[in-house]
Every structure is written in structure tokens, then in C-alpha cells.
């Protein structure tokens, strides 16, 4: 006697179903939108809500505070000024400083504050290849830096 497949497709079915849920519920975790310090302030709260974004700017100069295993600072943008926290899992990135540009990822508090889970700090132009005119040759930008303090 030939068994039937209804087991069969039944348990297809709720493998399937787990593994789509899965993958979208992984794709709205990782989506976040870019915004600058200027769009945050200019948004309404009720837009926001809880949902996370990316917001970009500059390290406000004197603004980082560190705090255990976390840092406060404020980013700058066109005059606009957005305080963030840091307590994310991940150590912050050896270029952060007063005056980098950086990137931070979370949620945006209902005092204003915007609770970060990621930070990271875009690389300084000491990175960026330097096109040798003369030679017509891209050198690195190590090999080209006279500061010894980079």
C-alpha cells in the first residue's frame, strides 16, 4: 500500500513557511535608511516612532565623553546638533575622534537622544590612493604621508 503524501507536504509546507519568515524578518532588521543630523531634527516624531535609521554627520570638536564601555558625543551637521549614546557590542573604531566624520545606527529617543547600536567612522583621506601626475601611477597614501602621527 502506497502512503499517502499528505505528511509529507504538510511538513514541506511548515519548513517553507519558517525559512520565508525568517528571511524577512532578517530583512527588516537589517534595513535602515541614511538620514543627516539636519533630517532627523526636521522630522516628526510620529514619523520616527521606533524605527531604525542611519544618521550621518561630524564629531561635534570636545563632545566625546566616555562612558564605561560606551561613549557619548554629538554630531554636527549644517549647525544642527543630534546627541548620541553609544553601548553597542562592538568596540568603537580607532578613528573615531573629535572632528571625524562618522556613521552611527539605532533609534532616536523620545528626549532627543539617539540611542546607537553601531558607530562607524568614515576613514580619514590618509587611505585614499594618490595619483602620481608625473608618473601617471596611483601610490598609497601610506606610502605618500609625511605625518608620522597617522
Not at 10 to 20: D, M, N, R
Not at 32 to 53: C, L, N, S, W
Not at 111 to 133: L, R
Given at each position: ?5 499528505k ?11 519558517a525559512?520565508?519568515?525568517l ?30 535609521f ?6 561635534e ?16 551637521d ?53 595619483y ?13 604621508t609625511?605625518?608620522?602621527?597617522y
Amino acid at each position: 500500500m502506497a502512503r499517502s503524501p499528505k505528511p509529507f507536504i504538510l511538513g514541506f509546507t511548515i519548513i517553507i513557511g519558517a525559512l520565508g519568515y525568517l528571511a524577512y524578518a532578517g530583512y527588516e532588521e537589517s534595513k535602515a535608511y541614511y538620514h543627516t543630523v539636519q533630517e532627523v531634527k526636521a522630522m516628526p516624531r510620529e514619523e520616527i516612532g521606533d524605527r531604525r535609521f542611519r544618521v550621518e554627520g561630524d564629531v561635534e570638536e570636545g563632545s566625546i565623553e566616555w562612558v564605561g564601555e560606551g561613549v557619548d558625543f554629538r554630531l554636527l551637521d549644517e549647525g544642527d546638533l543630534l546627541a548620541v549614546q553609544y553601548r553597542g557590542k562592538d568596540p568603537v573604531p580607532d578613528t573615531f575622534r573629535d572632528g571625524s566624520q562618522a556613521v552611527v545606527e539605532g533609534t532616536l529617543r523620545e528626549d532627543g537622544t539617539f540611542h546607537a547600536m553601531k558607530i562607524q567612522a568614515k576613514c580619514a583621506s590618509k587611505y585614499e590612493a594618490e595619483y602620481d601626475y608625473e608618473n601617471h601611477s596611483i601610490e598609497s597614501a601610506a606610502a605618500v604621508t609625511e605625518d608620522p602621527t597617522y
